[in-house]
């Protein structure tokens, strides 16, 4: 059973940068044929997509983030981290890591962690 869970700060200050680390468990990373990403939910909204590392280390960005975004990976402790700069409240969401399979869908999600951009 694959376990996915996040982790790092709830609160960040605008234009700093949200540093948020996912653990996978019982699978790894560098699986041939996984995605490993980030979506998120503002409040009152829709899910949206940040990007992902592909288990080749390939990534992928949401147009509307690619200039802030980065998604790296530590295949030593089979993590992925997401970074994202110069945040503004329009930020504040809760995010989720999962794994993705072909055709767009994800099979695998964590909890989600709330983070607040606030001063």
């Known amino acids: 059973q694959v376990q996915l869970q996040e982790s790092g700060p709830g609160l960040v200050k605008p234009s700093q940068t949200l540093s948020l680390t996912c653990t996978v468990s019982g699978g790894s990373i560098t699986t041939n044929g996984y995605y490993w990403g980030w979506i998120r939910q503002p409040p009152g909204k829709g899910l949206e997509y940040i990007g992902f590392a592909a288990y080749s280390g390939n990534t992928n960005y949401s147009p509307s983030l690619k200039s802030r975004t980065s998604i790296s990976r530590d295949t030593s402790k089979n993590q992925f981290t997401l970074q994202l700069t110069s945040v503004t409240p329009e930020d504040t969401a809760v995010y989720y890591c999962?794994?993705?399979?072909?055709?767009?869908?994800?099979?695998?999600w964590g909890q989600g962690t709330q983070v607040t951009v606030s001063s």
């Open positions: 999962v794994r993705g399979v072909d055709g767009g869908l994800y099979d695998y």
